[in-house]
């Protein structure tokens, strides 16, 4: 099984910072990284798919980059709304969510 | 507008077997590419990918639990179902269906998510 890592798992900061999450894969998943932004009580949200391609709707502040096993999520210029749970999901070999990273106000 | 919907017992007792039913409209399940996937949540914990349904019947299960896993669809319905049987209370999680346009692997369109709890 592809084991995804991310870090950190809470990150605290401020409206119109620029976050940063990591995730780390196990083995090689070429560019099949996702990301989804999740609210309490409500299904996560697709941000990111192929690690850097933004989905339909998505504000441009959100980025990913990233290939292999190392990907990163950024986030320019924090706002209210994106306060938030985020997860990244590899989809190489079967599928594999990563713990979640906790972005909360400072 | 793509919507799914998940439906099934709020309540299961230890070792029965689950089935739980996504509805779906918007798109159609024998469109080349589309998949309908499951994904689960415990509470306060991290989201967990279970199984994907292919639009040409292919079939692909979570490595550690696809003993216990069974996807099928009905594309006449619309609908697409994933039982799971012995189930414990380890499996009390919040249950969801998603779609997969492409044949991607990637998620666009979720369901409200069902939660299940396992209880004697």
Known sequence: DIQMTQSPSTLSASVGDRVTITCRASQSISSWLAWYQQKPGKAPKLLIYKASSLESGVPPRFSGSGSGTEFTLTISNLQPDDFATYYCQQYNSYSTFGQGTKVEIK | ?120
């Open chain 2, 1 to 120: 507008q793509i919507t799914l919907k998940e439906s099934g017992p709020t309540l299961v007792k230890p070792t029965q077997t689950l089935t739980l039913t996504c509805t779906f409209s918007g798109f159609s399940l024998s469109s080349s590419g589309v998949g309908v996937g499951w994904i689960r949540q415990p509470p306060g914990k991290a989201l967990e990918w279970l199984a994907l349904m292919y639009w040409n019947d292919d079939k692909r299960y979570s490595p550690s639990l696809k003993s216990r896993l069974t996807i099928t669809k009905d594309t006449s319905k619309n609908q697409v179902v994933l039982t799971m049987t012995n189930m414990d209370p380890v499996d009390t999680a919040t249950y969801y269906c998603a779609q997969t346009p492409y044949g991607s692997g990637s998620y666009s369109y979720w369901g409200q998510g069902t939660l299940v709890t396992v209880s004697s």
